[in-house]
């Protein structure tokens, strides 16, 4: 295994960043880390870069203990906060030049592992980093990570804030990554980009809620999902939670999701009691299960 977690526990006094905390990531394997802000996800990644201790368990990257081995690990791993963190003042060339320095390597001898980064920030290797925008902030970044060779790449909320054409790059760019036999454990809110990864643990407060493929785990929520809409949003989800048939609500884009608790459920019925709760326009149909489904019926 390239990684391996075994009951990992962290606390910040009394706030229980992460409880016990276990799984395995694969040679190669791009895993995903999903779950909201505070969920856990930084603290896990500080703790496998050797950044941070756990009060609890154990953990190996690339075959070596955090603690105890900790120089080996970080000279075999990238790592990507969520925060941009190269040298501002210094240019791109400048702050290649620099990670590139630090692991003893050259940006010539590692290009090819960062070519297709780093033709689309080339136009701009002497600007400095602080004047470049968000997209390519964010492929800088990934290029100082890559630079020294590394067997495992983290990258924490690497899209956050990046608009989505950069967004869909990007993970272009990662599937291509791992096309060359690094192994990535990347995190994010986004639960679209959790269908992007070969296999995902959904975490929440501290706590893994479920491990596996995404098509697994949307294909676990058994329940009949519904997409509702009415001329009040607010009034209709008020109506929804106080429907005494209610399992779940929640909004979801433009429509509000919903599930029955009955088996034999019938829309006409739903229909019905919004129309008594003198809601208009009102739209019940069903709809496909998506990952934030499952992440929701989960987290209750």
Known sequence: MSITVSNISKSYKTVKALQDISFTVKEGELFGLIGPDGAGKTTLFRILTTLLIADEGTATVTGFEVVSEYKKIRNSVGYMPGKFSLYQDLTVEENLEFFATIFGTTIEENYGLIKD??????????????????GMKQKLALCCALIHKPKVLFLDEPTTGVD?????????????????????????????????????????????????????????????????????????????????????????????????????????????????????????????????????????
Request: proline share 4%.
């Open 117 to 134: 980064i780093y033709v689309q920030i080339a136009p701009f290797k002497d600007r400095r980093a602080g004047k470049l925008s968000g």
């Open 164 to 300: 989505p054409v950069s967004r869909k790059e990007f993970w272009e760019m990662l599937k291509r990554l791992q096309q060359k036999g690094i192994t990535i454990l990347v995190s994010t809110p986004y639960m679209d980009e959790a269908a992007l990864c070969d296999r995902i643990a959904l975490i929440q407060d501290g706590k893994i809620l479920e491990i596996d493929t995404p098509n697994a785990i949307v294909k676990h929520y058994t329940k009949q999902i519904y997409n509702v809409r009415a001329n009040n949003v607010y009034q209709l989800i008020t109506s929804l939670n106080t429907y005494e048939h209610s399992h779940s609500v929640y909004p979801f884009g433009e429509y509000v999701h919903y599930t029955d608790k009955r088996a034999d459920f019938n829309p006409e019925d739903l229909l019905l009691y919004l129309e008594s709760k003198k809601l208009s326009d009102i739209e019940i149909e069903k709809t496909q299960t998506t990952i934030e489904d499952t992440f929701m019926e989960l987290a209750k």
